[in-house]
């Protein structure tokens, strides 16, 4: 995962917006959890 987030850090830096990534990191497989996923789509939808 930590090669992907590394090319999504490169691909918002070219686009100015790197301030707008965020990332957690949890056990198991994808999926949505609650925290802050709500509150980040809402804010950059």
Same mark, same amino acid.
Do not use: K, N
């Given at each position: 995962?930590?090669?992907? @987030?590394?090319?999504?850090?490169?691909? !918002?830096?070219? @686009?100015?917006?790197?301030?707008? @990534?965020?990332?957690?990191?949890?056990?198991?497989?994808?999926?949505? !959890?609650?925290?802050?996923?709500?509150?980040? @789509?809402?804010?950059?939808?």
């Amino acid at each position: 995962m930590e090669e992907q @987030l590394a090319i999504a850090r490169r691909a !918002y830096a070219l @686009l100015g917006c790197e301030d707008r @990534l965020e990332s957690a990191f949890y056990e198991g497989g994808h999926r949505w !959890y609650g925290g802050r996923t709500v509150s980040f @789509l809402e804010a950059s939808l």
